[in-house]
């Protein structure tokens, strides 16, 4: 296995940890609140379109990450063989395109829940606009 695809899948797998967890307290929240379905899908419409913002600011800020200060880092045992003039920009485009990648899954959650919450305000009751949330 070459050193970019042990960076790639370094890169992976800490940023999909840190995601999965992210989505799993949103589930969380969501399960919470199964009670009132708009209020759950609205609440994780909304926390999932801040992580995709967060992960959007990530990737663009990638390249300005000291690569030996990232998890991506100590998970390939803060060792190499790329030169040490290309270590940086290889590490900052790997972790740039990860953070993009998922910020897509996390946008393509947040269009989902949206739906549903309008799809279940749309279908709740008519309620007086001091009882609305």
């Not at 890169?11 to 995601?19: D, E, P, Y």
């Not at 399960?31 to 899908?41: D, E, K, R, T, V």
């Not at 060792?79 to 953070?99: I, K």
Request: charged share 15%.
């Amino acid at each position: 296995m070459d050193d970019l695809q042990r960076i790639r899948g370094a890169a992976l797998v800490s940023i999909g940890r840190a995601f999965l967890f992210f989505m799993l307290g949103v589930c969380t929240v969501m399960s919470g609140l199964i009670a009132w379905p708009f209020l759950a899908f609205k609440s994780g419409a909304i926390l999932t379109t801040m992580l995709a913002a967060i992960l959007t600011l990530r990737a663009a800020m990638a390249h300005r990450q000291d690569f030996r200060r990232t998890e991506t880092w100590i998970l390939l045992d803060k060792r190499h063989d790329l030169p040490a003039h290309r270590a940086q920009g290889v590490f900052a485009n790997v972790l740039r395109d990860t953070y993009r990648r998922f910020a897509v899954y996390a946008a393509g959650a947040a269009c989902v829940c949206w739906v549903l919450a309008f799809v279940f305000r749309m279908s709740m009751p008519y309620m007086p606009p001091r009882m609305l949330v």
